[in-house]
């Protein structure tokens, strides 16, 4: 595996189920970030994570739960969502959290809250 | 706070036409700016990028971009396009975390570009 995977691909799931989305990265990177991309809207930051560590929450409801166990995998916990949560969920990585370091991005999940 | 307007959110080019996506920021330091690709069912993929070397950035594809102070843009072109170009286009901004002086991307809404046969 090369880059940024992402798993599942595809994701649909009902308002009071529990979910988890995976993305790893193999580029030896420090940072990770998830992002939503709803349509019509820009990318909205959600999370980002420098060395393991938490710098940036961006106002995201507490139903979304990020987890960074190293620095090669994060995680986003998903629980009691709602229908306007669905999007697509990509996640980036870079060397580090300064500019301008580039993101390199996953090819995302596709939730769809039913 | 920095931000990105990308002008139109569609264009459509024929073949071998030049590409022209529009791109214009607000930063109240010296910004970086970037141009991301996403096609079909994939994530973003770094076009180019500006860092306060040379103004006209080249990237990957054929596609370059012009940093203009004086009109705050940075807009994409290539001089011939490729059917293959047809995809979404973000533009984005480097602009500061809310902790650590450390810096994000902000993006612009998008622009769908289509290449007609």
């Known amino acids: 595996e090369t880059g940024v995977t992402q798993t599942p691909r595809h994701l649909v799931m009902g308002m009071t189920n529990k979910k988890s989305l995976k993305c790893e990265q193999h580029?030896?990177?420090?940072?990770m970030y998830w992002y939503k991309q709803s349509a019509k809207k820009p990318l909205e930051l959600m999370f980002v994570y420098s060395l393991e560590e938490r710098v940036e929450n961006n106002s995201v409801p507490s139903r979304f739960s990020p987890e960074c166990p190293n620095s090669s995998h994060l995680f986003l916990h998903l629980h009691t969502l709602q229908p306007e949560d669905s999007a697509l969920y990509l996640c980036?990585?870079?060397?580090?959290?300064?500019?301008?370091?580039?993101?390199?991005f996953g090819p995302g999940t596709r939730l769809t809250v039913t | 706070a920095q931000s990105v307007t990308q002008l139109g959110s569609h264009v459509s080019v024929s073949e071998g036409a030049l590409v022209l996506l529009r791109c214009n920021y607000s930063?109240?330091?010296?910004?970086?700016l970037f141009w991301y690709v996403q096609y079909p069912n994939q994530g973003l993929q770094l076009l180019l990028k500006?860092?306060?070397?040379?103004?006209l950035v080249k990237g990957i594809n054929g596609f370059e971009a012009e940093f203009k102070k004086s009109e705050t843009s940075f807009h994409l072109t290539k001089p011939s396009a490729h059917m293959s170009d047809a995809a979404e286009y973000f533009c984005a901004v480097s602009d500061r975390l809310t902790q650590g002086g450390s810096e994000k991307l902000v993006f612009g809404k998008g622009t769908k570009l289509t290449v007609n046969p």
């Open positions: 930063s109240s330091v010296p910004p970086y």
């Open positions: 500006y860092t306060s070397a040379a103004t």
């Open positions: 980036a990585s870079s060397q580090g959290i300064a500019a301008p370091y580039e993101q390199y």
């Open positions: 580029l030896g990177h420090n940072a």
